[in-house]
């Protein structure tokens, strides 16, 4: 100690683990003399005890990041009897912090930070999380209310995507976020790439941190609570603008399925304010899981139909305008027997009231909430070929009613199976005049699910038939041409119908008959020509 200077030299302290060495200079000995000193500390546990002498401020920082570990630290530290002007270094050896906005522990922190003119820097940090080595840059400005922030990060390899993951899509105490929500929805399995990740904090919004990442994810399964279609091996890019999240190049499959998509979710407070996505899946096998898939007011009318085999091509549009807005599921199904992406398998169709399959289905298939759009169906079964259109309707107790138009170009061929599968009003009849030919049908079918009263599909009917080259009675009567018009409807004792019949000719046993015309009915078990009609 000279006159109006004090100085100390290899100074040194211990506390546990940590030691401290301090060099200083004091340039007087009244209040405001400058200062100049330099502190060494080895091995400062980043602890309780260190927490508990911090300064306030600090403290909710300190909090806010859950900051442990282990660090060394150097410090110069300058006072010219006017400003202070500190330099410190902080060399992490093995820090860990679980920061609130962003709730995923990292740990095994390596990197200098410094710290001078109210600034911290860390231009290379790197770190362990999800057993995957991050590296990034950490800029820090002093600022009030909070800290200004600007994180970057990267990760070296995909990081499971779990239940830590995916809470981490909330800050610690806050109500579920509206995003994390909707990943909820989609029951994500496999691991993520954070490509490059971006959390900010500016003078602006002091209030919020701004976060924005690019991400890969690969070698996932998705399974969404609104089409629970599972989705394996997906892969795929996607980018996280605070709530507003980008899909792109995503691709998966299920079996035989190649499945695409893009589309994007933008979420407000805790909940999805509104999405668009679009995926189109190839070579879809009309299975069980797929069955389980659709909603539930369209399973009933699965279930009669009894499709099977490989759609080429299904295309799904889930998307809501508003939060207000419920959700729009849209789904196409489009089957063509030359497509490109078409499997060697086609789809049948096997109706359980009408056990009558038809093969070769060619399709043009719209689903929205409440209603099916059959823009076209067409079919064979060996000569037989039908082609229809027309709209369902479902409703939210699994029932359905609608109507099909059948087009010029169906053509039924009357054998012994297409017999078989009528309702016995017609079956019985015809099996016993031995009725045979094509016979071309036009008009159209109202028709609705099963239930008590109806044991039919077809409540009702306005129809045109054609009859082309038919003959019945063992060849007795042949070669006859005409048409029966003909409306009707079920009823629970029995079908009821009218019409009238116009026969242009035929042939009974040899002998020509012409111009046949006249009104029938049909009064549940009897069959009317003429007057009785």
Known sequence: CRSQLLQVR?????????????DGDLHGLVPGAPLAATFK??????????????????????????????????????FDGQQWKPKVLVRAKDGRIDPDFFPYPVRGI?????????????????????????????TLQRYQPRWLMDLVLSADGPIAIDETLLNALTPRGANTSGFQRFINTLHPTGTVLLRRGRFIRTAERPE??????????????IK?????????????????DNDHLILREFGGRNDGARIKGEGFAQCRDSSLESM???????????????????????????????????????????????RNDPLDLRVEMNEERESQFSDSRGISLRPLSFPYVIDDV????????????????????????????????????????????????????????????????????????????PVSIAGTTQVASLDEANVSLVRSWNLRMDLEEAKFASDA???????????????????????????????????????IQGPFALDRNDLLFGRDA
């Not at 079920?490 to 020509?512: E, H, Q, R, W, Y």
Request: proline share 4%; aromatic share 6%.
């Open 110 to 138: 390596q990197g200098d930070f410094v710290y001078e003119a109210g600034i911290i820097t860390a231009p290379r940090l790197t770190a362990v999380a999800g057993q995957q080595r991050l590296s990034g840059s950490l």
């Open 477 to 515: 009567v042949t070669g006859i041409r005409g048409a029966l018009e003909i409306q009707g409807e079920n009823t629970p004792s029995g079908p009821i119908a009218f019409g009238s019949l116009a026969i242009d000719a035929m042939a009974m046993k040899g002998v020509a008959v012409t111009g």
């Open 276 to 322: 668009d996505l679009l995926f189109d899946a190839f070579n879809v096998s009309l299975d069980e899981e797929l069955q389980q898939a659709v909603p539930a007011s369209a399973r009933n009318l699965w279930d009669q139909l009894q499709p099977a085999g490989i759609m080429d091509r299904v295309g799904i549009q889930i998307k809501r305008r508003d």
């Open 41 to 78: 500390i080895h091995d400062l546990q980043l602890d309780d005890r260190l927490y508990a002498a911090l300064p306030g401020n600090l403290q909710e920082h300190w909090q806010r990041m859950r900051v442990s570990g282990l660090v060394d630290a150097s410090a110069a530290i300058v």
């Open 208 to 221: 919020s941190i701004s976060r924005s990442l690019e991400l890969t994810f690969s070698e996932c399964t």
């Open 362 to 437: 060619e399709c043009a298939i719209d689903y929205r909430p409440g209603r099916i759009d059959i823009r076209s169906l067409s079919g064979n079964h060996d000569a037989s070929h039908i082609q229809t259109e027309g709209q369902i309707r479902l409703h939210g107790d699994g029932s359905w009613d609608g109507q099909l138009t059948w087009l010029p170009s169906t053509r039924f061929v009357v054998d012994q199976v297409l017999l078989t599968c009528l309702p016995r009003i017609l079956r019985e009849p015809l099996t016993r005049i031995h009725f045979d030919g």
């Open 10 to 22: 290899s100074g040194s302290a211990r506390s546990g683990t940590t030691r401290v060495e301090f």
């Open 224 to 240: 969404y609570d609104g089409f629970r279609y599972p989705v394996y091996d997906v892969h795929g890019q996607a980018t996280l």
